[in-house]
């Protein structure tokens, strides 16, 4: 062999060793190399809220193809399931909402893409729980607390996408008893994940918290009002997503009009300190909520 070849070829030995030594293959270490670069793209910045929608149905399917090929990639499954779940919140429910009054028809069929984008996003964040501890969802469902699963850090992130596009769809359910009956499941699942990372999301988690502690049956409203107040500090008051939750849980259902605008006026505050996508929907969400006070009140 040439000696200009050596180097190369000790290059690709190594390389084939190194698969050989952890039991992979090539293909295994691309896909995931790309799961990971891709997860990473998932958790940037895009303050353009069309070129976001625009962008995101391929990324999603990508994602989705890599993470059926490299299952136990906790980012890859955690971007896969938010990015379906927030598709689904603010680009296909949330029109749902806005349709309603003028297309009821076509609101209802929304409303049904937007459960079947929950329903998708739950499914592979489970997935993703029972690769990393088998037999998960058989223990969350356990009546012994002793006996149910316990999450690591590094799971916190797909357990709170899991309760949230699980509790998203139970509230497109609503005429579904079988579905709505895990309610108690989800709250627990996302209390799970709070006990060890209360502030995780910039303060997302402690508002899921908020929101499932208002909508189960026997649940707290001071309590959920903690869980609200908590999200907002650990934000330092930049994330919109708790003080428009809040609002619409809390303030809404009362009647309580002045608190209700005000949190929605602290929503759009909170929008302009920092101009994530998160925040531009709750922008949005925050000034449809107001135009449409009216006809809540």
Known sequence: MPCGHLPRFLSLALLTLCCAL??????????????????????????????AREASAFYLKLSESLLRESPGNLK????????????GYAFVAFEAERLAAQDARKAHKLDQRARRLYLRAHRHAMAALEQAQPGFARALAQPDPQRWPRISESQVGVAYWAATSWGAYISLSKDDPEVVADLPLAVRLAELAWRVAPAFGDGALASLMGSFEAARAGGSRQQATRYFDQAIAASAGQNAGPYVAKAETLALPVGDRPAFEALLRQALAASATRGDLSNQVMQQRALWLLETADDLF
């Open 76 to 87: 890859l499954a955690e971007a896969v399931t938010a990015g379906f779940t927030q598709y």
């Open 22 to 51: 952890a039991a992979c293959s090539p293909r295994q270490l691309i896909v995931q190399g790309m799961g990971d670069a891709l997860a990473s793209q998932g958790q940037a910045q895009e303050e353009d809220l069309e070129l």
